[in-house]
């Protein structure tokens, strides 16, 4: 399985995003994919995961939606409402070998840069 993550960008305080994730090779629908984000000199820390139901970390929760399209072949992350602190590299995920919101995935994508200016 392959993943590439792209989408990211320059926007200011309260714009918006959008992050797609491509992903090709053989992928199972019912396993879960997500999204994480890493920035400079912190862990690597969940965002949003899609399995059975949307899950959404608390920092982002009622401001980013996690979704995929129909042919389940590319994840996307919208971004609302951004705010300098969710300035960070975004990954996109598949298949978790633990709890979702653990960065023990098994496929990551390569990163896309998000920066958000106050």
């Known amino acids: 399985v392959q993943l590439q993550a792209y989408g990211g960008g320059l926007v200011q305080a309260g714009g918006s995003l959008r992050l797609s994730c491509a992903a090709s090779g053989r992928t199972r629908s019912r396993n879960a994919v997500g999204w994480f984000r890493q920035a400079p000199g912190k862990e690597r820390e969940f965002v949003a995961a899609l399995r059975w139901g949307p899950y959404y970390a608390d920092s982002v929760k009622g401001r980013f939606t996690i979704s995929r399209d129909n042919a389940r072949t590319t994840l996307y992350l919208q971004m609302n409402n951004l705010k300098a602190e969710d300035t960070a590299v975004y990954y996109c995920?598949?298949?978790?070998?633990?709890?979702?919101?653990?960065?023990?995935?098994?496929?990551w994508g390569q990163g896309t840069q998000v920066t958000v200016s106050s």
């Open positions: 995920a598949a298949n978790p070998t633990s709890d979702y919101r653990d960065p023990g995935y098994l496929y």
